[in-house]
């Protein structure tokens, strides 16, 4: 997989992509998640994240109080000494990461605190989320940093939505 080639093809389809999802979400709306998941499910059996880590490297998660408790204790710090070390507050008064790539990403693309790792990395890219059509412009925003968002869009294109439905 040539992920650079997978996010350049994504961003030339963004309007494209964009256009797709205004027109499945307002003729199906609380339907997205029959129609997300099957594809969900068949781009996770093609790409293997690890060869890819993009989003660890380009994108920060938000750390919940939880995420930040669980971690902390993962690398045996006290929570005011992780936060210090590894955290800011953002625009939106969210704790992120401060340096990118994430200081847990391994040589290896692994995580390691991979165990102890926040709820967004966990649930990223959020494609087999309930409620879909509430998530619309993340799905969009992560199309641009994950090639398996990327790839659930070229397959919305070639799909009979009535067809994942049934």
């Given amino acids: 997989m040539d992920v ?19 027109e499945i979400r307002k003729k199906y709306k609380k339907k997205l998640d029959r129609i997300f998941h099957p594809l969900h499910e068949e781009v996770f059996h093609e790409i293997d994240c690890l060869q890819c ?42 704790y992120v990461l401060k340096s990118l790539p994430c200081p847990f990403l391994g040589y290896d693309n692994k995580c390691i605190i991979y165990e102890s790792r926040p709820t967004a990395c966990r649930e990223y890219p959020h494609t087999n989320r309930k409620r879909m059509y509430q998530i619309g412009n993340l799905t969009l925003r992560n199309s641009l940093v994950c090639p398996t968002v990327a ?16």
């Fill in 4 to 22: 650079g080639f997978e996010l350049y093809q994504a961003g030339k389809r963004f309007d494209r992509y964009k256009q797709l999802m205004k």
């Fill in 53 to 94: 880590a993009n989003c660890c490297k380009t994108t920060s998660p938000i750390f919940y109080e939880n995420d930040i408790q669980r971690a902390s204790k993962a690398l045996c710090m006290k929570v005011a000494e992780f936060t210090n070390a590894y955290l800011r507050i953002d625009s939106d008064g969210d």
């Fill in 151 to 166: 790839r659930i869009f070229n397959k919305l294109e070639e799909k009979d939505y009535n067809e994942l439905l049934s």
